[in-house]
């Protein structure tokens, strides 16, 4: 999957503060607060179960899982997936909607609200199975960028290779010693802005990040210490990493 196809996973600005006021939220497939396990097996098209893990999470981290669309009633107990996003916390790993409840409630205000202002804390996972190395991986996400975006800019980032193409994003390339592969960003800089930096999990398993610009907050050290603790998180609920 190159940069441009995981791109689109996402909408460039992550829905704040999705819904976990609401009467009906634990029926609700990616508003849930519902902390019982689900238990996802992690396919791929080509090769199928293979031998990539589980993952056994709460369903108040997911955020999407492809082929179970946005819908009322929970997701069912044990499902199968090729792309699974999880929704939490930076620094406790905590799911987003049950975060955003507890801050609306200390608060006093509507969850969409404490979601707007826990902004710089959110953070999105995506989980798929990759039958290549992380290796190969890791290679073919570096190679895209100047696919994506061929003009290379005199402007790096803190070391980082910059690249525009036709688009209104900059993208970088990491390097060897980096947690991510690549990243895509807007181009203007806002602190609510969200970039998009491809990673690997564990081998087998690869997917990528989508949290606040790090060009804002700290650059690459920042990144680089966000995604190391996103695949903590991912980790913890993987039945091999």
């Keep these: 999957m190159g940069l441009t196809l995981a791109a689109a996973v996402f909408a460039w600005a992550v829905p704040i503060g999705i819904c976990t006021s609401s009467a009906r939220a634990d029926y609700l497939h990616f508003s849930s607060l519902d902390m019982t396990p689900v238990r996802i097996s992690l396919v791929n098209k080509v090769v199928g179960k293979a031998d990539f893990p589980d993952l056994v ?3 108040a981290y997911i955020f999407f899982v492809n082929g179970f669309p946005p819908s009322e009633g929970p997701l069912p107990s044990q499902l199968s997936s090729n792309d699974v996003n999880l929704m939490f916390v930076d620094g406790t790993g905590e799911a987003w909607t049950v975060a955003t409840a507890d801050r609306a409630r200390r608060d006093g205000i509507d969850p969409a609200t404490a979601g707007h202002r826990m902004r710089a804390e959110e953070t999105i996972v995506q989980i798929s199975p990759s039958k290549i190395s992380s290796v190969a991986y890791a ?3 570096r190679d895209d960028v100047p696919r994506s975006a061929p003009k290379r800019q005199d402007d790096d980032f803190d070391g980082l ?3 525009r193409g036709v688009s209104s994003f900059s993208y970088y390339v990491g390097g060897s010693d980096d947690e991510f592969f690549s990243a895509r960003c807007q181009e203007a800089l806002n602190p609510v ?3 998009l930096y491809t990673m690997s999990i564990t081998e087998g398993v ?4 989508t949290f606040v610009d790090f060009r804002l907050y700290g650059g690459r050290a920042y ?3 966000r995604l190391r ?4 998180v991912a980790c913890r609920y993987l ?3």
């Excluded at 690869?206 to 990040?209: D, L, M, N, Q, T």
């Excluded at 603790?229 to 903590?232: D, H, L, V």
Aim: hydrophobic content about 40%; glycine content about 4%; aromatic content about 12%.
């Design 57 to 59: 999470v709460p369903r």
């Design 139 to 141: 290679d073919a996400m």
């Design 161 to 163: 290779a910059h690249y």
């Design 193 to 195: 802005f969200q970039c």
């Design 206 to 209: 690869v997917g990528s990040a």
């Design 223 to 225: 990144a680089n210490r």
């Design 229 to 232: 603790f996103a695949r903590e």
């Design 239 to 241: 039945t091999r990493c």
